[in-house]
């Protein structure tokens, strides 16, 4: 019966994105506007939500999830439901994705375009920049003091086949913390982030042009 619900689940899955794929193949030919209206939101919330998702499930790996390990077949099967994952730190993990997906696209599109469109591409950077930074600093806070971290504390060894069974994890208060203290050089990674978004904050952004990506294209002349 699970492996039903999982092939039903992924089947459902493909057929959504079989529709947005129809959607972004058709929207350009009928330009009634509820038809590319509804295509829009659609397409909208079909790249929102992946977003979304892998944040909130990246949360919860620093959360830990409940699961049980069949002895026999080493299989692992999550007791929770869906509507668990969706806590208070998994849903800011959750906006902090988004938020840098979104700066992302919108540089790029600063990058690529001019006008208005380029104005708001902008506006865009500026304000998920700033979502990004908050909830960043706020999950970083919350890991240091509102989440207890998992300690490996026994595990088979490196000589024989791996068993998870054979494991004893234990929680501890600041534990995600420790490998900055004991392996200080892991502190960049953090501080990239914060320098990284800084940057793009402040950089100037009238040009449409970066280090990365070329100017936006001129407009072609039409032919006579």
């Given at each position: 019966?699970?492996?039903?619900?999982?092939?039903?689940?992924?089947?459902?899955?493909?057929?959504?994105?079989?529709?947005?794929?129809?959607?972004?193949?058709?929207?350009?030919?009928?330009?009634?506007?509820?038809?590319?209206?509804?295509?829009?939101?659609?397409?909208?919330?079909?790249?929102?939500?992946?977003?979304?998702?892998?944040?909130?499930?990246?949360?919860?790996?620093?959360?830990?999830?409940?699961?049980?390990?069949?002895?026999?077949?080493?299989?692992?099967?999550?007791?929770?439901?869906?509507?668990?994952?969706?806590?208070?730190?998994?849903?800011?993990?959750?906006?902090?994705?988004?938020?840098?997906?979104?700066?992302?696209?919108?540089i790029y599109l600063q990058l690529r375009t001019e006008g208005e469109i380029q104005v708001r591409a902008q506006r865009w950077v500026t304000r998920a920049g700033l979502v990004l930074m908050g909830g960043f600093a706020l999950a970083g806070i919350a890991v240091a003091f509102f989440i207890d971290g998992y300690v490996l504390v026994q595990?088979?060894?490196?000589?024989?086949?791996?068993?998870?069974?054979?494991?004893?994890?234990?929680?501890?208060?600041?534990?995600?913390?420790?490998?900055?203290?004991?392996?200080?050089?892991?502190?960049?990674?953090?501080?990239?982030?914060?320098?990284?978004?800084?940057?793009?904050?402040?950089?100037?952004?009238?040009?449409?042009?970066?280090?990365?990506?070329?100017?936006?294209?001129?407009?072609?002349?039409?032919?006579?």
């Amino acid at each position: 019966m699970a492996e039903f619900f999982e092939f039903l689940l992924s089947y459902e899955t493909l057929r959504v994105i079989w529709w947005l794929l129809l959607g972004l193949l058709l929207i350009g030919f009928i330009s009634e506007p509820r038809w590319r209206n509804t295509w829009d939101w659609c397409l909208f919330i079909g790249s929102a939500v992946p977003g979304v998702v892998f944040g909130v499930a990246m949360g919860n790996l620093l959360l830990g999830v409940p699961f049980v390990i069949d002895p026999e077949w080493l299989s692992v099967a999550y007791e929770g439901s869906f509507f668990g994952l969706l806590n208070p730190f998994g849903l800011l993990a959750g906006l902090v994705s988004i938020a840098m997906l979104v700066m992302h696209g919108a540089i790029y599109l600063q990058l690529r375009t001019e006008g208005e469109i380029q104005v708001r591409a902008q506006r865009w950077v500026t304000r998920a920049g700033l979502v990004l930074m908050g909830g960043f600093a706020l999950a970083g806070i919350a890991v240091a003091f509102f989440i207890d971290g998992y300690v490996l504390v026994q595990f088979a060894g490196t000589e024989g086949p791996s068993n998870p069974l054979a494991k004893e994890v234990t929680r501890e208060a600041g534990a995600w913390l420790d490998n900055y203290s004991t392996h200080s050089w892991t502190l960049l990674a953090p501080l990239a982030a914060f320098a990284g978004t800084g940057l793009t904050l402040c950089c100037p952004r009238d040009s449409g042009r970066g280090l990365g990506l070329s100017p936006a294209p001129s407009p072609s002349p039409a032919l006579s």
